[in-house]
């Protein structure tokens, strides 16, 4: 019985942290709803402030995902050169 207690303890004070998001998905999120809104550019600079801060968590997935992101903006946006040179860095930044 003790044991069952502590255990449910912990999983009710570990739950919060599940749910924060970290600077990096806020960005994340906003760049999503600018570009769901039309506003391409600003969204850009968003995913990019993203990619940063996945940088310092060391998330590297997501860190991925946001230049995928950005790189699809700029093949859209017919700047394939700015695209491949944005991968070329991430590929040389993700160990």
Known sequence: MRRSLFTLAI???SLPSYS???KGD???QQAKDLL???D???AVKIFLNAREEYL???NYYRYFVATQSV???F???SEGKAAEKLILETNSVIP
């Open 11 to 13: 999983a009710l004070l």
């Open 56 to 58: 310092k968590e060391n």
């Open 26 to 28: 806020v960005y994340y």
């Open 75 to 77: 093949q859209d946006a």
């Open 40 to 42: 391409s550019k600003k």
């Open 36 to 38: 769901d809104g039309g």
């Open 20 to 22: 924060q998001k970290s």
């Open 71 to 73: 790189s699809i903006i």
